[in-house]
């Protein structure tokens, strides 16, 4: 198993430009997550989708889209890039049993720089 | 809402010495906790859980944590660190509804040799 996967890895982008954060799990979750990491702020969660096909804000949505494009595969969009989304993004995925929730597993991580 | 407090920024400790990094949540309710370690330029790797049951858990790499329900405590200790311990640690707490996370600001360790 690959886990959870991200592509880019690094990624530099001029102001107003758009671009998007691939991610994929091979692990059969049906939930899946998109955090941005800034120093001093752990992690901080844009959106989530909690199974295919449904897509809900987390805590800093503004700026983003997402699509659940299928079970594996859930990505981040940046329409209009702003030097304030310079960040670390990290996809990440659930699993879940019974209704309940255990642990997320986290991709490598896209380094984004806005200038 | 719930939030996640991790008082320490940063933390240094001699290679050998006992660490404890503390975290402390706010939520009506039992959640779920996790400790997680990030070494640099890395994803985040889970070091243990608490779903329920004994309120002491055991983790990888020798680390543990207890669950302290009166004091809304989750605080992560290991006996002795190694200097391939000096990494970032962030403490999150889960709750059923909704399946989302909320993370501490995390604790940056160094290990002096």
């Known amino acids: 198993n690959a886990g959870v996967t991200q592509t880019p890895k690094f990624q530099v982008l001029k102001t107003g430009q758009s671009m998007t954060l691939q991610c994929a799990q091979d692990m059969n979750h049906n939930s899946m997550y998109w955090y941005r990491q800034d120093p001093g702020m752990g992690l901080r969660l844009i959106y989530y989708s909690a199974s295919e096909g449904t897509t809900d804000k987390g805590e800093v949505p503004n700026g983003y889209n997402v699509s659940r494009l299928n079970k594996r595969e859930f990505s981040l969009r940046l329409e209009s890039a702003a030097p304030s989304q310079t960040s670390v993004y990290f996809c990440?995925?659930?699993?879940?049993?019974?209704?309940?929730?255990?642990?997320?597993?986290f991709g490598p991580g896209t380094r984004l720089t806005v200038t | 809402a719930q939030s996640v407090t991790q008082p320490d920024i940063h933390i240094t400790v001699s290679e050998g010495a006992s660490l404890e990094l503390r975290c402390n949540y706010s939520y009506g309710a039992t959640p779920y906790l996790f400790w997680y370690v990030q070494s640099p330029g890395q994803g985040l790797q889970l070091l243990l859980k608490y779903f329920s049951g004994d309120t002491l858990v055991q983790g990888i790499k020798g680390f543990e944590a207890e669950f302290k329900r009166s004091q809304s405590s989750f605080n992560l200790r290991k006996p002795s660190v190694h200097w391939s311990d000096a990494a970032e640690y962030f403490c999150a707490v889960g709750f059923n509804a909704g399946n989302m996370l909320t993370f501490g600001g995390g604790t940056r360790l160094m290990v002096k040799p």
């Open positions: 990440a995925s659930i699993r879940q049993a019974g209704g309940l929730l255990y642990e997320q597993y």
